[in-house]
T-cell receptor
Framework: DAKTTQPPSMDCAEGRAANLPCNHSTISGNEYVYWYRQIHSQGPQYIIHGLKNNETNEMASLIITEDRKSSTLILPHATLRDTAVYYCIVRVEGGKLIFGQGTELSVKP | DTAVSQTPKYLVTQMGNDKSIKCEQN?????MYWYKQDSKKFLKIMFSYNNKELIINETVPNRFSPKSPDKAHLNLHINSLELGDSAVYFC???????????FGNGTRLTVT
């Protein structure tokens, strides 16, 4: 069980913000939320992770709701190179990262 | 600098053969993983090693045998290859608890 639910696909216009939602309603108090992306034929690439607070790095921002049952990954100015499958993952017991189906983001000119 | 490197990138072989995939990380991480991505693009964990010791072993056929000669290397040996083993295999490593995984670029295995 992936423990996360994401829309299968989304479109975004180039230069606009891409907001990717994720539901993780069964998350435990000490479980982190991680976001990865996989560009065609490459290995998954780490983007950002968080526990309770919102996080920002050079790639993206992560907004986690106060009850921690959902989060949103924000790519502030999407480019064509951001077209990829985005995975929202909760680390389960034992340290495993279990990937779900992810959201296929298409950034269009 | 390549953080997590896998060899070979492509591997084509016949059913029944035995093959190995190598993985090395230069990040100084203690924990390494093998994941399998099938044709439906699901990424499934297979194994995890911490300091050369097996800590996660999912329900993988025993034809798959990971070997960790040191904490920077985690190789995957597959005996008696079957058509269903065709997939992309990803190696990953992780630092301290809570830190993210770093993945290699995968080995595409095709069994004919």
């Amino acid at each position: 069980d992936a423990k996360t639910t994401q829309p299968p696909s989304m479109d975004c216009a180039e230069g606009r913000a891409a907001n990717l939602p994720c539901n993780h309603s069964t998350i435990s108090g000490n479980e982190y939320v991680y976001w990865y992306r996989q560009i065609h034929s490459q290995g998954p690439q780490y983007i950002i992770h968080g526990l309770k607070n919102n996080e920002t790095n050079e790639m993206a921002s992560l907004i986690i709701t106060e009850d921690r049952k959902s989060s949103t990954l924000i790519l502030p100015h999407a480019t064509l190179r951001d077209t990829a499958v985005y995975y929202c993952i909760v680390r389960v017991e034992g340290g495993k990262l279990i990937f779900g189906q992810g959201t296929e983001l298409s950034v269009k000119p | 600098d390549t953080a997590v490197s896998q060899t070979p990138k492509y591997l084509v072989t016949q059913m029944g053969n035995d093959k190995s995939i190598k993985c090395e990380q230069n990040l100084g991480h203690d924990t390494m993983y093998w994941y399998k991505q099938d044709s439906k693009k699901f990424l499934k964990i297979m194994f995890s090693y911490n300091n050369k010791e097996l800590i996660i072993n999912e329900t993988v056929p025993n034809r798959f045998s990971p070997k960790s000669p040191d904490k920077a290397h985690l190789n995957l040996h597959i005996n008696s290859l079957e058509l269903g083993d065709s997939a992309v295999y990803f190696c990953a490593s992780r630092g301290p608890w809570g830190s993210p995984l770093h993945f290699g670029n995968g080995t595409r295995l095709t069994v004919t």
